[in-house]
Structure formats: C-alpha cells, structure tokens
C-alpha cells in the first residue's frame, strides 16, 4: 500500500499508509498531534499501538539497505528507536521532519530530520539540495488545507498568537564577509523573514535579484522554501520572463567561500560548452537577516529548474524505448564532455539528473563536484551509496570520481530500453535507486541483476554488465569505466 495524502472528517490525517513494525502489521498515521501505529486486531491479537507525540521526538531517518525502514528516535525515561515498515519511507521521513517542523515554530520544540533526501515526489521545479524551515513567524499560523495530490501543504499547527511584525532595521553597516566559523547561522525561519523584504534584505552584489520579486511555494502558499537539506534552503525569485533559484546557507562547511568560488568559476567558464549543466554563480555577502543585520551571508544562484527527475522520466516512458535510447545517447556523451574539463559531478543520482519539458538532460546539484583547483583534497560528500563504488573514500576525488556511477547509470537506461520489465523488477518504484543497489556491488556473484543482464541481456548489455563487474574488482577511480571507454562499448 502506497502512501496516500487524506483528509478524514475533523481529524486532520497528513499521510496514512500499511505499515509492519515488531511483527505486526497495521495502519502508520501522521496528523497534527505526531505519529501513530495501530497494528490489524483479529480474534488471535489484540491491537496493538504506538503513539509518538512531536513533542518526544529527537530524529527521523531512513536506514537499511534494499529493506529501507522508517527510524523514529523519541524520548522518554530513555531514548527509543521505533522502526516502520512503510513502501515509501523517504516520503514518510520527509512529511514527519516538516510536520514536528512547523509544530517547533509555535511550541520552540522539535527535530531535525536525519541523514535528509530528496522529496519523495518525483515531478520536480528545483535546484540543488538544501533544512525545511518553519513558517515565518511573522505570520499567523498557516490554517489547515484540503488534501492535495501529490503533495499537500504541512500539517495544521497548534493555534498560536501572530508574531508581531519585525521591527524596522536598526541603523548599522553590515559585515561585508562570512567572518568565521563560530557563532550560529540563520535557520530557514531567518531566512523567510528575510524574503519578506528582499530591498533591505538583498546585498547589491546579487544584480537584479534585487529588482527580482520572491515566488512563494504554491503547495505551501504561506513559505517562500521551495527545498531544503543538510546545508541549505532553496528559494524561487522571478525577474522578468526569467527564473533563479537561491540558496542560502544554514551552516557553514568548511572553505565553504574557496569551495564555492572555484566552482562557480569552472562551471562559469564552460558552462556554455556543456549544455547539461545549469547556471551556478557563488555570492560570498548575498543576504542579511533580521536576527543579524550586521552580517551578509552566502548564496548560490542558479537557473531554476522545471522538469522531472531521471526516474520519473523512465517511468513515464518506460513502454517508448526509443526515447530511453536517446536519452542514454546524449547522457553518455555529456559526460565524455564534461570529464574534457576535468570536471566530475561527484554524485550522480537519479534526483540529480533533471529532464526538462523540451526532454533536454540537465545535470543540478553542485555541491560535491570536482574541479582542477581541488587536485589533492579529501571529497566533501561521498554521493548516493546506491551509484558509486563501494569502496569509495574521501580520498578518491578527481576527475575521475563519476566513472562507476556513469556506468551504472548508462547500464540501467540501455537495459530496460531493451527490456521494460526490468525496471518493474528491480526497481520497484525506489526513488534511490535504478537497477542497482549497493548490496549488488558489495556482492556481485549473489547479485539477481546481474545475473539476469549478464545471462540475458544483449551483447551490449552482456558486455557493460561485464565492465561493471571488472570495475567492482578495481580501484574505485579505476579509468576503464570512464564515458570515453563506455560508449565505444
């Protein structure tokens, strides 16, 4: 049973789905006083429940390998961890982490979820990854909203008094760097406040953004946040005919600002040779906030993005293998050309690879990338476990980084064009993932998949099958994996 969005008489039901916990199989519920499981009575059982108050809970995560389940740690005399059987549990760990959210901006308790991902709705309008932040407080409490399909706005809070309105700007000359690592960042909360007033908020360095106008999320019409994640929120601002995502910082990493810089130059400068990559500029004192008007903070700018992840796209052409092929045609090639600059994305996933409503391939989410300037230094991030090497460390990082997933990526597109059914089979409707998972390449003799594309498949197929295998058997930065040998296959 998939998870579904409800609204059920007055009993304000966010998300309700089958669900299997201690051996038991019953009902997960998420409303507005927090999470509830109560287990199928029958005359051998006796109902069984679980109720977790927002209040109690510490974290949310989603852990395990091919079995994914829901984590929810709550406290008590102890702290508990409570683990759901659920179909889709990155929708779950994304609707628990918004929920105890905005219950945290009216009560100043509640969690942050752990080990964030990727909206579980695959039809996107967004940029790189990003911390849900809660309503502006400035605003009353958003009121409880019809169900909405396929993502409804976020669950009713407890009644609260309106904020009173910031008070005007205090007469001060900001800070005009990050300064150092110490002292708190803003939350997203900050930061919706200061999209109410982008002409005091905006430094000048962002050119016409401050002419720009702040597009509010229409399936959460009283947030600005269109996505967040570990470092980051991400908003949409309009100028003219055009549109920009904005990300701003809700933590500092380290050499965020050299990091940063040298990305937006190198992706800057051939930008316009790659057409799969997106706009990315770095703004080193972008945005201030009421909280610390005395302190510009960083942001990246980028083209918004409107179109649908890869594995959307296979889903919704899963039966036209044609545009499958075409697809894994100009991905293969965009990567050869990408690697001529000495340039590896870092984490090739599914939710990082957008094709836009022309059916263009564009390539987001930057943050993890290698350029020439990083020759030396550790990886910030390792990327999605179910795409790259299993032996992957911090230390491999070059050029060479995305060899392993590009072939695995390339591999699952020339499969299933050839045989749809595969991607029922073994994919299952998992967001994280394609044909692979990491428990096939940690053991690739007990593997189905590959057992299957190697017996089965093509001699094409036969033959990437192959060369994954050999690659699983070298060094994770291994180049006989890379686009250039893969498309010669």
């Not at 929120?233 to 600002?257: D, E, H, I, W």
């Not at 009421?290 to 992840?309: C, E, F, H, I, S």
């Not at 000495?342 to 263009?360: C, E, F, K, Q, S």
Request: proline fraction near 9%; charge should be positive.
């Amino acid at each position: 049973m998939r998870a579904q969005t409800v609204t059920v008489g007055n009993d304000d039901v966010i998300l309700v789905s089958g669900c299997k916990t201690q051996k038991r199989k019953g009902t997960l519920k998420l409303d507005s006083k927090g999470l509830s499981f109560i287990s199928t009575s029958s005359s051998r059982n006796k109902e069984f429940r679980i109720d977790l108050k927002f209040s109690d809970m510490v974290s949310v995560s989603v852990e395990g390998g091919f079995r994914k389940q829901l984590v929810v740690i709550s406290k008590g005399s102890n702290l508990k961890e409570s683990f759901f059987r659920v179909s889709d549990p990155n929708t779950w760990r994304d609707y628990v982490a918004i929920a105890t959210k905005v219950y945290k901006s009216f009560t100043g308790s509640g969690i942050k979820p752990s080990n964030p991902g990727p909206s579980a709705q695959q039809t996107v309008s967004r940029a790189p990854s990003p911390s849900t932040p809660a309503p502006p407080p400035s605003s009353p409490p958003p009121k409880p909203q019809p169900a909405r399909a396929p993502t409804p706005p976020p669950p009713p809070p407890p009644k609260a008094q309106p904020a009173p309105k910031p008070a005007p700007a205090p007469s001060v000359t900001p800070r005009t760097g990050t300064g150092g690592t110490s002292g708190e960042w803003p939350s997203g909360q900050d930061y919706e406040q200061s999209f109410q007033s982008i002409r005091y908020s905006f430094n000048k360095s962002l050119g016409d953004l401050t002419q720009g106008k702040p597009v509010k999320n229409p399936k959460s019409p009283v947030w600005y946040v269109y996505a967040s994640g570990n470092y980051g929120s991400v908003y949409k601002m309009q100028v003219g005919n055009s549109f920009y995502a904005l990300k701003c910082f809700t933590r500092r990493t380290p050499n965020l600002t050299w990091r940063y810089s040298k990305i937006s130059d190198r992706l800057g400068k051939v930008g316009k040779k790659v057409d799969f990559l997106v706009e990315f500029n770095y703004y080193e004192t972008a945005i201030r906030t009421m909280k610390d008007p005395g302190r510009y903070y960083p942001a990246l700018k980028m083209t918004w993005m409107d179109g649908v992840t890869l594995n959307r796209y296979i889903t919704d052409n899963i039966n036209k293998p044609k545009i499958i092929r075409a697809l894994s045609d100009g991905f293969i090639e965009d990567m050869a050309g990408l690697k001529k600059f000495g340039i590896a994305h870092g984490d090739l996933a599914g939710d990082n690879l957008i094709i836009d409503p022309h059916g263009t391939l564009k390539l987001i989410d930057y943050d993890g990338s290698f350029v020439p300037d990083f020759k030396g230094n550790p990886a910030p991030e390792l990327g999605h476990a179910d795409f790259q090497h299993p032996m992957r460390g911090a230390k491999d990082y070059s050029e060479e980084t995305d060899n392993f997933s590009c072939l695995v990526i390339y591999l699952s597109l020339i499969a299933v064009s050839e045989d749809p059914l595969l991607w029922e089979k073994y994919n299952g409707d998992d967001p994280d993932c394609l044909l692979f998972r990491k428990s096939d390449f940690i053991n690739p003799n007990g593997s189905k998949v590959i057992a299957e594309l190697s017996s089965r498949g093509s001699k094409k197929v036969r033959n990437l099958t192959d060369l994954l295998v050999d690659a699983l058997g070298n060094d994770p930065l291994w180049k006989g994996c890379g686009a250039q040998e893969i498309r010669s296959i």
